[in-house]
């Protein structure tokens, strides 16, 4: 502990624990084995920082409210990065208890933000190995799973949800309520209003789908034939080949009797997704354009 670091007599430490110069640390604070501040960091309130976790010089983790900041194991807290302070929904009211969840091995970077819930009965949760780049807005209530990418700027709103492996371009912003589903693209700049299925890729402003997040998939080790049968599904759902198709419900169950792409679980998966966007409190489907041209019946599907 530098001579120059305010570390609260009630705070826990843990062992080889190293707190930099100008640091402080309150009584509330729980902070884990191996941890490191770098100078000028803070925790505030009651907070708990898992095993092997950095903060960089001018983080700020919690704040003196009601309620609490859980962190897990082995996250990073970029500089200037402000993480688990009041969030800025005007409903909010100060005697509430407001919470955030952080799970391991996440890397949160300079000047990001992260707000805790809006209410005690709900919280902001960010599961594991997520890669949050600088500048980032993480808002009130967001539900942000794991192993997603999100590039410098991008801003989510409050109660977004956003499921697993996904990845946005710089800029990107999400409207509150929406719900962006797994392996699915957010170009850069794209101002996403509505939901987004699993496997999509969109882009615009509002975003419209333009196709399947295809290099994303080849990435993430995904087979040729589940590429292959989510394209097939995709030009089905998306891809007007015949003018008395009818609308998403009925292109939906074309393909629940579709005797080969109704077993693949990919497309069983994307179906559901498609389907869940019309669910009661949901934003609704994602813009999309009813493109006339020829189903490529090239697509192999053993």
């Known amino acids: 502990v530098h001579p120059t670091a305010i570390v609260h007599s009630q705070a826990t430490i843990g062992e080889y624990v190293s707190i930099g110069p100008f640091c402080s640390v309150g009584p509330g604070a729980k902070l884990g084995s191996g941890c490191t501040l770098h100078p000028n960091s803070h925790i505030f309130g009651n907070t708990h920082i898992g095993d092997n976790s950095t903060l960089f010089p001018g983080a700020i983790v919690g704040a003196d409210i009601p309620g609490e900041t859980v962190i897990g194991k082995n996250n990073s807290i970029g500089c200037y990065a402000v993480v688990g302070v009041k969030c800025q929904d005007l409903k909010y009211k100060d005697a509430d208890e407001c919470f955030l969840r952080i799970g391991d091995n996440n890397d949160i970077r300079e000047h990001a933000s992260v707000h805790r819930s809006s209410k005690s009965t709900d919280s902001t949760i960010i599961g594991d190995s997520n890669l949050i780049m600088g500048a980032c807005h993480i808002a009130h209530d967001v539900k942000l799973g794991n192993s997603n990418i999100l590039a410098n700027g991008t801003l989510l709103g409050g109660h977004v949800v956003v499921e697993n492996c996904i990845h946005t371009g710089g800029g990107a912003a999400v409207h509150q309520f929406c719900h962006?589903?797994?392996?699915?693209?957010?170009?850069?700049?794209?101002?996403?209003?509505?939901?987004?299925?699993?496997?999509?890729?969109?882009?615009?402003?509002?975003?419209?789908?333009?196709?399947?997040?295809?290099?994303?998939?080849?990435?993430?080790?995904?087979?040729?034939?589940?590429?292959?049968?989510?394209?097939?599904?995709?030009?089905?759902?998306?891809?007007?080949?015949?003018?008395?198709?009818?609308?998403?419900?009925?292109?939906?169950?074309?393909?629940?009797?579709?005797?080969?792409?109704?077993k693949v679980e990919v497309v069983l998966q994307m179906i559901k997704s498609v389907r869940d966007c019309f669910g009661e409190n949901r934003r609704g489907l994602c813009k999309f354009r009813q493109v006339t041209g020829i189903i490529d019946n090239a697509i192999d599907i053993p």
Not at 211 to 227: D, Q
Request: hydrophobic share 40%.
């Open 180 to 262: 962006i589903g797994s392996y699915s693209f957010l170009a850069g700049g794209s101002m996403v209003d509505r939901d987004v299925p699993m496997y999509m890729m969109v882009a615009g402003n509002r975003a419209e789908l333009r196709g399947l997040n295809l290099e994303g998939l080849r990435r993430r080790g995904f087979s040729e034939i589940e590429v292959n049968s989510l394209r097939r599904a995709y030009q089905r759902l998306f891809v007007n080949s015949d003018e008395n198709a009818g609308g998403i419900d009925d292109r939906l169950a074309i393909l629940d009797l579709d005797a080969k792409l109704s």
